[in-house]
Structures are given as C-alpha cells and as structure tokens.
C-alpha cells in the first residue's frame, strides 16, 4: 500500500517537474517562445475580439497568474437582495453570495400555484434599478414564460423600492 503511494506520489512530482522545465508554469526552457506569436495574434484583432480575450482566458496562465486584484470589492444593492430573498422565500436557497450577488434556489411551488420553479438571481450593481436585476426562472416542465419572469422581476423591484422607503433614505 505504501509503495503504491509512494510510487504514485514520484509519478506526480516527476510530471510536475517536467512541466516547469517545459514552460507550464511560466518558467522553463521555452519561456517566452509564444510571446511573438500572441502579440501578432492580437495585432489583427477586432476591438471587441480582444476585450473578449481579456475576459475569457485562454491559457493556464491567464486563469491562475496576472489576473485582477484579489481584494476587489463588489457591491450589491442590499435593497434588491433582501427583496429578492423576501419574494421568493417560498422557494429552497440552495446557495447564497452577498458577496457576488448570486442566489439560487431549488425547485418550489408557489402559494395557490400548481406549477413548480427554480430561480437564480443576480443583483450587480448597487444601484436601486431594473438593470441591476437579472433573474432566470425554470420549471421541471421546460420553459417559463417571459412575463412570468417579468411579473416576479417587478415584485422584487416594487418590494425593493418599499424597503428603501421604510429605510428612510428616499
């Protein structure tokens, strides 16, 4: 059992080392060999191809190294959010993020309602507006209908503007 782990962990360390020799992880033998070729690349690139390219990595690199600061702050529009948990409070919150705004639920029905639905919710922005709110809805017998979802956009949004207003700051 123990050389077993041992031989595996050998493998493991061997391929690792390889790796960095190879350039992997920045370093190596052939540290800078595409850095021509990427930059021509990009040369004849669109705009909008290369902001695509600056916010989808492509390379191991791009997604562990150099990418945006660590201790940025994202807000949320706590009024949107406490709205959104108040609304949908019939449903099951599988996961929840103040930080990044993110709620997902499971699957519920509705009070008097028959049909049952998930939703995930996203509030980006800490503005007290319709653009911050983004909302998918889903039922276990496909697709909802948009003014459903509009419908239950505008309750967050009408119980958002209550909860500002009981707050004070209006």
Known sequence: MTVQRLARNAVLVLALASLSACGGFGGGLFRGAGK?????????????ERRFK???PTRLSDLFGGGANANTTLEVNRYIW??????????PIESVDPFSG???TGYGTPPGG?????????????????????????????AVDP????????????RARQLRVQDGKL
């Open 114 to 142: 028959g049909r049952a639905y998930r939703a995930t919710v996203l509030v980006q922005d800490p503005a007290l507006d319709a653009r911050s709110l983004k909302l998918s809805l889903q039922s276990k017998g496909g």
């Open 36 to 48: 021509a070729n990427v930059q021509n690349e990009e040369a004849f690139l669109s705009s909008e």
């Open 102 to 104: 993110v709620i997902v």
């Open 54 to 56: 600056r916010t989808n």
């Open 82 to 91: 406490a709205a959104s948990l108040e609304v949908l409070n019939f449903l």
């Open 147 to 158: 003014a459903t979802v509009r419908a239950v956009e505008d309750a967050i949004l009408t």
